[in-house]
């Protein structure tokens, strides 16, 4: 959604018209103007500085006396002046007071170069002032060690209290991290309430180093290892303590050091655009760019401290081959060697057992430019028709729905619609954690007035922001949102002008609603029938709605039943189709929207056309001059269970660890086993790896070029920083060169190639260019269609791909597996803040991993209580599948009768537990919901709770 537009009166800075909007401070519209108001205590994004160094001050015709600019709001008609004499002697006098307080080792300070302080100080040629009073007494010891995130320092001497870090922690994460506490130069800055930080407040995320003007919050950077640099603290007394790392920080190199890149996050899919800081061949730090319509200049843990896998020991360098057969170890190779040995292990395989003997899983973590390769590489030189990638595992229902619904599986809206809506309705999505820049947007959202509705059968975090939270059993999504559509249907709420001009079915889809009334979804769900009325009534009243919803809806065996409810609920109040309303599923991946698009599905081509469809298919095989399967191949985890019966021989893995991302994992490891010919490219030897012929050693995401395309439908532009270790290789050139001794090249030979290819075959893409994203930030949204479009930040605005969008109606059906007398305990699966996916990535950053180096696997407890197990222990938790060894947590956070593991953890693979029950349409698997039981460690194991 657009900002608010800028008042045609303007008022008048410096004798220069300055248009602004409503609600603008006066430092604000400046800097929108371009006219730099020195301040300490503002910083990019915030929502106003905090009127505390007051060197802001201006002067305002009819006025009596300077006011902080970032204190007063603009009006129209104003006359400011910001230097004149009074203004600027009063700057001084407040820079001299400041650093008569202030250490002055700026020769040894991390900040040198990049200090507010010192550049303001220099340009009001402010020298070193005579220390009238001793420094104030600010003792460290207010930060002891065991308080602090391993990734910060705090240096509290250098503090001049400008209250940036608490402001920018209350305004991302709704928590008082931050304080100052005491007056006058007694003041000092404290961890929460005075006692160190809050045990559930900091988060990490290094906003507060990022804007703290000066040095007195301090990122550190990697470790001891090599793998960054380390951190020295600096005493007020000028003294320096190395706290046992090597180097200074951060990572040793000063600011004029550190060479600064562009790209884009390699986690989740909002898309954060992040500055690489790197020097010496190493990645130091991921910082914030203030340019980012996705992030708006902030950052989670991840993207600022978790990047250092990349320089991790473990990294792949050489390919690996098996030799002396199945039973044989795997040792290094030269790149011939392992080539040839896969080439001839492929051919063998498709000469005895023919093409659809062998299948190809891609990821969601490569560019879209490898994405199209692996799926070209897959049809046209493979001949196969099984191609799949890990969005089978997180977002398949979300595309099946939307599709069947909108006529378009993917997001509506852009992201920067969230902090606009005046309703923001959170579903299956433990925000704060997975997607933490989204729950910034969803905290500014309510701090300007929306409503927050959560539905999360957890406490999550993002619910104590929430105005109403509805906390529904596990596997009874459908079951509560036809309960929301009978309240908006038979209390008049729909919007029936847009349902009848844009939209077809509602009287099938409310006639199904009809049999959910409040009181029958209560009992299904465990919602207050309420909290059911309310939540409806507070969606269908507002102007704005915006829909966000995770894997906690689309992972399971009723999911795409779910989504189609959920477009559903957004039609019937008119909320998709216009701007700053929308329906945006928070993709797992920073590429799951890419590698759709690209076409590594079994039935879909690029673009989403399908296979099955002649005319289809007709534009590929004319410039690929190859027949492509027009059958539908086999989903990621049908490829398995097909290898485990036999009926898949070999199997191409690119980026994806299946023994621990699939359920069952026994049967996905016993499938990989069964396999004739296994081939994995990845950055490291993850567990599936281990289990190749042959492993290949690929480029991560700093250190080759390409594009992502994120959840709101925005094509950004990775960057190379670095350059990969010898041997390592991007993974395009991977299949390129494996096609050409397969005797079918590719038909490109460098990533502008396939990028040209992909605009001629891909209308959506066909305006998006390599050098149209070099020269923007931000990228572009799809669909653009040719080189002067801007992009599409809203979807359907004229009407829907399909014409008419559809209302389906929603069967409710209980979970797959349900808690019995053996198994009563119910067991669901997410993510922590600190790790991603499989953990392939984030237990080798020693900053992600040194903050959660375990599985804490939550319960209830009253569910402990019965076993007699207690915080901190050890425990089993057993499905019919399998059983896994935990550290156990207790907390509110599960409902009674739940457990909640997450899958970052090798040594606790909670997906050795989990169910293969597949939704009937989508085939993705249902990971949040399957019986267990928990059994003390060291008791029989008939014991259970």
């Not at 984030?842 to 197990?869: I, K, M, Y």
Request: net charge neutral; with cysteine.
């Amino acid at each position: 959604m657009s900002e608010p537009a800028l008042l045609s009166n303007p008022l008048m800075i410096d004798g220069s018209p300055v248009e602004f909007r409503p609600g603008d401070s006066l430092l604000a519209a400046a800097r929108r103007a371009g006219v730099d108001i020195p301040s300490l205590c503002s910083y990019p994004g915030g929502d106003q500085g905090g009127g505390s160094c007051r060197l802001c001050l201006v002067e305002i015709e009819g006025r009596n006396g300077p006011v902080p600019a970032c204190r007063t709001p603009a009006r129209e008609g104003m006359a400011v002046q910001t230097e004149t004499p009074l203004i600027i002697r009063l700057r001084r006098t407040i820079l001299e007071l400041l650093l008569a307080d202030h250490p002055l080792d700026c020769l040894c300070c991390w900040k040198a170069g990049e200090c507010r302080l010192q550049d303001l100080a220099y340009r009001h040629g402010v020298r070193a002032p005579r220390r009238l009073l001793p420094p104030p007494d600010r003792p460290a010891a207010a930060f002891r060690a065991g308080d602090w995130p391993s990734v910060l320092s705090m240096e509290p001497d250098k503090c001049i209290l400008c209250g940036s870090c608490v402001a920018v922690c209350g305004e991302l994460h709704g928590i008082p991290v931050w304080n100052i506490r005491g007056l006058g130069r007694g003041a000092a800055p404290v961890a929460g309430g005075g006692g160190g930080l809050p045990s559930e407040g900091c988060r990490s995320c290094g906003a507060c180093a990022e804007v703290c003007p000066v040095g007195a919050i301090v990122p550190r950077t990697g470790g001891g290892d090599g793998v960054g640099g380390g951190v020295a603290a600096y005493g007020g007394d000028g003294s320096v303590r190395v706290d046992g790392r090597s180097g200074v920080h951060p990572g040793g190199f000063r600011t004029w050091q550190r060479e600064r890149v562009r790209t884009v996050c390699p986690y989740c899919g909002v898309g954060c655009n992040i500055r690489l800081e790197t020097a010496g061949g190493r990645i130091l730090l991921g910082r914030p760019d203030p340019e980012c319509p996705v992030s708006g200049g902030r950052l989670c843990v991840k993207g600022a401290f978790g990047l250092d896998f990349i320089g991790h020991p473990d990294r792949l360098t050489r390919p690996l081959v098996r030799r002396g057969g199945k039973g044989g170890d795997l040792e290094a190779a030269g790149w011939e060697e392992a080539l040839s040995f896969a080439a001839r292990s492929l051919l063998e395989i498709r000469e005895r057992r023919g093409s659809g003997k062998i299948g190809v899983i891609g990821s969601a973590k490569t560019p879209n430019e490898d994405c199209y390769a692996l799926q070209k590489f897959a049809r046209a030189v493979l001949g196969t028709p099984h191609v799949d990638h890990c969005a089978r595992l997180c977002h398949s229902s979300t595309l099946a729905g939307l599709s069947a619904t909108l006529g378009s599986g993917t997001a509506t809206g852009s992201l920067t619609d969230i902090a606009a809506a005046d309703l923001v309705f959170v579903i299956g999505s433990n925000t704060t954690e997975s997607h933490p820049v989204v729950a910034y947007k969803i905290r500014k959202a309510v701090r300007s007035g929306a409503r927050l509705v959560v539905a999360d059968p957890r406490r999550v975090e993002i619910a104590r922001s929430a105005h109403l939270h509805l906390r529904h059993r596990p596997g009874t999504d459908v079951a509560l949102l036809n309960g929301l559509l009978q309240v908006i249907d038979t209390e008049g709420l729909a919007d029936r002008v847009f349902i009848e001009e844009r939209t077809e079915g509602y009287a099938e889809a409310a006639a199904a609603a009809a049999a959910w009334p409040p009181h029958r979804a209560s009992e299904v769900t465990g919602v207050p029938a309420e909290a059911i009325r309310e939540a409806a009534r507070l969606y269908a009243g507002a102007a704005r709605p915006v829909i966000l919803y995770a894997m906690g809806i689309t992972q399971h065996h009723t999911a795409t039943m779910a989504v189609t409810a959920l477009a559903g609920l957004a039609l019937a109040c008119g909320g998709v189709g216009r701007e700053g309303a929308g329906i945006f599923p928070l993709r797992g991946h920073n590429n799951v929207q890419g590698a759709c698009d690209m076409g590594v599905l079994p039935d879909l081509l690029p673009g989403y056309r399908k296979t099955a469809d002649p005319d289809a298919r007709l534009p590929f095989e004319g410039a690929w001059g190859v027949p492509i399967p027009s059958e539908p191949g086999l989903t990621v985890v049908e490829m398995s269970r097909a290898a485990a019966r036999g009926d898949l021989a070999a199997l191409w893995i690119v980026g994806e660890n299946s023994y621990l991302s699939e359920p069952e994992g026994e049967e996905t490891r016993r499938g990989l086993e069964n396999l004739e010919f296994l081939a994995v490219q990845d950055l490291f030897l993850t567990e599936t790896a281990a289990l190749a012929d042959v492993v290949f050693p690929a480029a991560g995401f700093a250190e080759r070029e390409g594009t992502v395309t994120n959840t709101e439908r925005r094509v950004q532009l990775l960057t190379r920083a670095l350059e990969p270790p010898l041997g390592a290789r991007p993974d395009w050139e991977i299949l390129a060169d494996m096609a050409r001794r397969l005797g079918r090249p590719l038909g490109f030979d460098s990533l502008g190639g396939i990028a040209d290819e992909i605009r001629r075959l891909v209308p959506s893409y066909a305006g998006i260019t390599l050098e149209r994203l070099r020269a923007r930030a931000g990228g572009l949204q799809w669909p653009c269609p040719d080189p002067a479009h801007p992009g599409t930040p809203t979807l359907h605005l004229g009407g829907f791909p399909r014409g008419r969008a559809r209302f389906l109606p929603a069967d409710y059906r209980p979970p797959a597996e349900e808690p019995d007398e053996a198994y009563p305990l119910l067991l669901t699966t997410g993510r922590v803040l600190y790790h991603f996916h499989t953990g392939s990535l984030t237990r080798r950053s020693p900053a992600l991993d040194g903050l959660h180096p375990l599985e804490l696997s939550e319960v209830n407890p009253a569910d402990a209580a019965r076993l007699g197990v207690h915080d901190g222990d050890e425990a089993w938790v057993v499905s019919r599948r399998g059983r896994v060894r935990t550290r156990v947590r207790l907390t509110e956070r599960v409902p009674a009768g739940t457990i909640f593991m997450t899958f970052h953890f090798r040594e606790t693979p909670a997906n050795l537990l989990t169910i293969p029950a597949l939704d009937p349409i989508s085939r993705i698997p249902e990971y949040k919901v399957c019986a267990v039981r928990l059994e003390r460690e060291g008791a029989p194991s008939t014991a259970q709770a």
